[in-house]
């Protein structure tokens, strides 16, 4: 027999425990019946069933981050550029990550420093919005890096300054 802050109180039959749990004004809930012996607990029952509840949907109301892709090409227009960043604003603004991918194509790969700058780019265009998490670095015939959310006390920073540059 265990109470509600989980402090035993011993073992004792079935009619003692519920005499306590009526004396107390609680509910006798059998937390493990498959000990030996069981394992009964007192507790309020609405709060026992929320706990639960909580505990099926894994912690309750935390967001995991998902990992988000942007793709971009090392001979991209500025426009489209600034598109995509507004996206990954939007995504890191979420609480998710980011993961950039550069492609070359073709005879793209012999000229890898304009990967690098539109890498910069990004990495400026976003700063206050994402940490670099993962250095960019070449796969193949991909530039990738990736982007995690940075902490709220910097977004408040950068914001009102961005929207000074609006007006």
């Known amino acids: 027999m265990v109470d509600a802050k989980a402090e035993q109180l011993g073992i004792m039959t079935k ?3 519920l005499a306590l749990a009526r004396e107390k004004g609680l509910d006798l809930v ?3 019946p498959g000990a030996k012996p069981p394992v009964a607990k007192l507790v309020n029952f609405s709060n026992f069933k929320y706990q639960q509840k909580k505990k099926q949907k894994g912690g309750g109301g935390t967001k995991s981050s998902e990992l988000k892709e942007l793709r971009l090409t ?3 227009a500025e426009n489209d550029l600034q598109t995509r960043i507004k996206k990954a604003k939007e995504f890191l603004g979420d609480g998710d990550r980011v993961k950039v991918n550069i492609k070359f194509v073709g ?3 012999t000229r890898k420093e304009f990967g ?3 890498a910069d780019k990004v990495v400026t265009g976003l700063t206050g919005f994402g940490i670099v998490d993962q250095q960019p670095k070449m ?3 991909i530039l ?3 982007l995690k959310p940075a902490p ?3 977004r408040k920073q950068v914001k009102p300054a961005e929207e000074l540059a609006q007006k």
Do not use: C, M
Request: aromatic fraction near 8%.
């Open 15 to 17: 009619e003692a425990a």
């Open 30 to 32: 059998l937390v493990s």
């Open 74 to 76: 090392p001979f991209i």
């Open 107 to 109: 005879r793209q790969i």
């Open 116 to 118: 690098d700058e539109v």
């Open 139 to 141: 796969q193949g015939k």
């Open 144 to 146: 990738s890096f990736t």
């Open 152 to 154: 709220k006390s910097i």
